[in-house]
Structure formats: C-alpha cells, structure tokens
C-alpha cells in the first residue's frame, strides 16, 4: 500500500451524481437490498481516473490490474452508508483478491489504513514486509487489521510479489557483478537509479521493495556513486 493522490472528480460523476443516488434511494424503498448500479459507478470515465490516481495498480495491494482483475470498490460499504454509492471519494480501485466482503463488517474500515487518507509515513509505520511477507510493524493493531481486513496477507499475493523480488534480486546480483568486475566498490548513477526505479510508486509492490532495498542494500542506494 502506498499513499494515493486523488485527482479531481470526473466530471460525469459530478453531472450524474445526484440523479444515480435518487435512483439508488427508490430502488431501496422497493429493495432494502438494492446494490447500486455498477455500470455507473463503474463508468469508463470514472475507471480511468481511478486507474491514473494509482498508475493503474490495486489501491491496498499494489498489484498492477489487467481486465477482469480490476474492479472498483466502495471503501464504506454502502450497506453501511447508502449515500456513499456514487461518492466519488468512496471509489477505490481494488483487485478481486481486496475486494473481498467476508472481513469487511468485523473490521470498521477506521481501525484499519486507508491508502487516501494516510501518508506514505503513517502507512511505513503500521505495516512493513520480510522479503515478500508483509507484517504489521511493531505489532501495530492497524497494521494487523489493515493486513486481514483486504487480505494482504494471501498465499497469491505472497507468490507475486515473490516473483517480483526474484526480479529485484536479478538486477542486483548483475549490479553486483559489474561492479566487481569494474573492481569498484559503489554503483554508479545509472545502477543506483536502476533500483530506486523499483521504489517508485508507480511500480508494483513499490513499498515492499522499498523496504527490502534500504533494508539489504542501503549501500547501492547511497548518493556516492563511481562512473
Ligand atoms: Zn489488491
């Protein structure tokens, strides 16, 4: 999870907003169990701007979305909230793997992070990872509720975001090798960036491997660098 900066509201949503909720609020005097209309909120207008406040990656999990993967969650439940059906700050972009209903109700989304509203430092603070295991930090009841209520902590995500580590590892290993090779002792500009670049929010799992970097090899990320 990273901090996500919401670009504005699409303006379909500001336009439509009123008349899909009064919709929405019929269709509940008719059917207490009335889902909202997910074609709506779902709009491709409005799904763009989701998948660009993100860089088209899962707001909880950071796993990049492809089709079917990609879905749009309500952070408040609209069984909680009903009039946070087309709110356009209660639109999260969510994988099926976080979208997930069962634990939603036994852990009020307050006592959990929320990837809008908390900084990348509050984030850091109650959640970190070993190699591709993500654990709360310090046993923060946050981070703990934050890992089991978008389920962060499933063999899946274990198994991809390992396979990015794998990758990380790779380009490590060759860094490694160039230097020994050049009988150097620090990277230089273009290596060091070659990994910060994983870091970077717009890339998958970017907090995991950020933390396994300036975790293991702090001395491939320091500003010193040889050419
Ligand atoms: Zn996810």
């Known amino acids: 999870m990273r901090h996500i900066e919401r ?10 907003h009123d ?7 019929q269709a509940k005097k ?18 763009r701007n989701l998948e660009d406040c993100s860089y088209n990656k899962c707001f909880y999990c950071e796993s990049k ?21 087309y709110n ?5 972009l969510s994988c099926s793997n976080c979208n997930d209903k069962a634990d939603h109700n036994t852990i009020p989304v307050n006592t959990a992070l929320d990837p809008c509203r908390d900084s990348d430092e509050e984030i850091q603070a109650n959640i970190t990872f070993e190699y591709e295991y993500i654990c709360s930090q310090h046993d923060s009841q946050k981070g703990l509720n934050t890992i ?55 890339q998958p799992y970017s907090l995991m491997s950020k933390v396994y970097l300036e975790k293991n090899f702090d001395y491939l990320l320091e500003t010193a660098y040889e050419n």
């Not at 699409?10 to 439509?16: D, F, G, N, S, V």
């Not at 356009?88 to 999260?92: A, D, G, K, P, V």
Request: aromatic content about 8%.
């Open 65 to 85: 979305l492809s089709g079917s993967s990609k879905e749009i969650d309500h952070f408040i439940e609209v069984a909680i909230d009903s009039k946070q059906a």
């Open 88 to 92: 356009w700050t209660n639109l999260y």
């Open 7 to 16: 670009l504005p509201e699409p303006a379909i949503l500001k336009e439509k």
């Open 148 to 202: 089991k209520k978008y389920h962060l902590g499933t063999d899946l995500l274990d198994m991809k975001r390992g396979k990015w580590l794998q990758k990380i590892m790779a380009d490590i290993i060759d860094i490694q090798n160039r230097m020994r090779k050049d009988g150097r002792s620090l990277p230089t500009q273009d290596e060091q960036q070659r990994l910060k670049r994983y870091m970077q929010p717009d």
């Open 19 to 25: 008349e899909w909720q009064n919709k929405f609020d």
């Open 30 to 47: 008719q059917n207490p169990k009335a889902r909202p209309d997910s074609t709506k909120y779902g709009n491709p207008k409005i799904r």
